[in-house]
């Protein structure tokens, strides 16, 4: 790279270069972008391969620009070309652009395409890697008026449209399983559902979702509605294509006191995550293409399934790495709550957390037992430890109303590219 003046005195720059794929790909791209965001072509050799290009002025830079909308169409026409466009483009991330659109300095900016060029999904491994550039885009996001309740012990949230089934959206398919012969809980009887959403392809990889207390989040008329809600998110591809596992606990049928719940679920040991690991999931794997990345496995439950689903991530982060905790019981896990003093002293894990406590939880205002406080302590251990994390607070009790409310935005969440 040579700087030089041309003959009518115009400063540039001579790049001298073997002649190759690289360089022929470089001047495709420079003619095509005409100096758009990027050094202008001036002349070239096809010979030697040898460039003239525009000098650039290191004194002119982008924050020197006082106009935040010429600089800001600037960078939204180079990251429009550097960022790798999804298969499918989302309801939300159109609406975005459509704001950007909305300002006179970006009105060229054109409308982001709904598929990839030639019709077929992108199979670029890098893609899931990318925060495209409809997401990049800063967009102040306006939240309507909502008044707080003065009455907190007794709120019901309203659920959304992704709660319901919507016309044109095609239902997956659930199946029901039983399982009597648990080696890692002897004499344990219990009920798994495997939901396959419409658009599940044995050819590809599919992510997997493991919910606890299965049919109370599998259940259409009740507060989740797991299914219905995967079956929304996936259709409009807020969502990779998920399978859900909804997993009840175990029961012991001839006993006084048959159920097994609060042992699985509060123990702050690997048992159950590794029972997930050895008995359910292999059934589904034996049936469905689930993806093995920990990346694309998620697990999910409330009050004592929260934490085991905290549980479970922790100890084995090698399998999960996305978890929803509702309203997760902490507070009652055998020797107290562990997580505060780990998360604050382990290495950080590669997890991304969403979760959702209640003002009026159970013993909220007491000194023991606290579901709010241990809920807000691992949060504030979590920030701390600088972790992919979101609390949403909400109010009302120890209701799975909330939680289930949230499931379609915890998911988008928790399936969001990058890091924010």
């Known amino acids: 790279m040579l700087p030089v003046l041309r003959k009518d005195g115009t400063r540039a720059v001579l790049r001298l270069q073997m002649p190759r794929e690289e360089t022929t790909a470089a001047l495709i791209g420079l003619r095509r972008w005409n100096g758009e965001g990027m050094v202008r072509l001036l002349d070239h ?19 020197s620009i006082e106009d935040d909308d010429v600089a800001m169409t600037i960078l939204a026409q180079l990251q429009a070309r550097l960022v790798c466009v999804p298969d499918r483009v989302t309801r939300s991330q159109r609406r975005n652009w459509a704001r950007l659109r909305e300002r006179p300095a970006l009105s060229s900016l054109p409308a982001p395409p709904s598929r990839i060029r030639g019709g077929g999904p992108d199979k670029n491994p890098l893609r899931s890697r990318v925060v495209t550039a409809l997401r990049w885009l800063p967009v102040t996001i306006e939240m309507p008026y909502q008044p707080l309740p003065i009455d907190q012990s007794d709120v019901r949230y309203v659920h959304g449209p992704d709660s319901a089934r919507q016309p044109g959206v095609p239902a997956g398919e659930t199946v029901a399983f039983e399982w009597r012969d648990s080696e890692v809980y002897p004499g344990t009887h219990r009920k798994f559902w495997v939901h396959v959403p419409a658009q599940y392809d044995p050819a590809d990889e599919a992510s997997l979702m493991v919910f606890q207390d299965g049919w109370w989040y599998l259940d259409p008329a009740g507060e989740v509605r797991g299914a219905i809600v ?31 719940r609060n042992k699985e679920y509060d123990a702050f040991d690997d048992q159950y995550v590794t029972f997930l690991l050895t ?78 406590g209640g003002h009026r939880d159970l013993h909220w205002n007491e000194p023991r037992r606290n579901w709010l406080a241990e809920n807000l302590r691992v949060a504030a251990a979590l920030a701390e430890a600088g972790y992919d994390f979101r609390l949403v607070l909400g109010d009302g009790g120890h209701s799975p109303n909330h939680g289930g409310v949230l499931l379609p935005d915890a998911l988008r969440w928790l399936w969001r590219p990058g890091q924010d």
């Open 230 to 260: 995967l079956d929304n998110l996936i259709h409009r591809g807020d969502i990779p294509v998920t399978i859900g596992v909804f997993v009840d606990p175990g029961v012991f049928p001839d006993a006084e006191n048959p159920k097994n």
């Open 45 to 63: 050799d096809p010979e030697s391969s040898a460039m003239l290009l525009e000098r650039l002025d290191g004194a002119h830079t982008l924050t």
């Open 279 to 356: 008995e359910i999931i292999p059934q589904v794997a034996e049936r469905y293409t689930i993806a093995r990345s920990p990346e694309q496995w998620g697990i999910c439950g409330g009050s004592s399934g929260g934490n085991c689903a905290f549980t479970a991530a922790w100890l084995r982060p090698d399998k999960f790495r996305r978890v929803i905790g509702y309203l997760s019981s902490f507070a009652q896990m055998p020797g107290g709550n562990p997580y505060p003093d780990l998360i604050a002293r382990v290495p950080r894990k590669p997890l991304r957390i969403f979760m959702q």
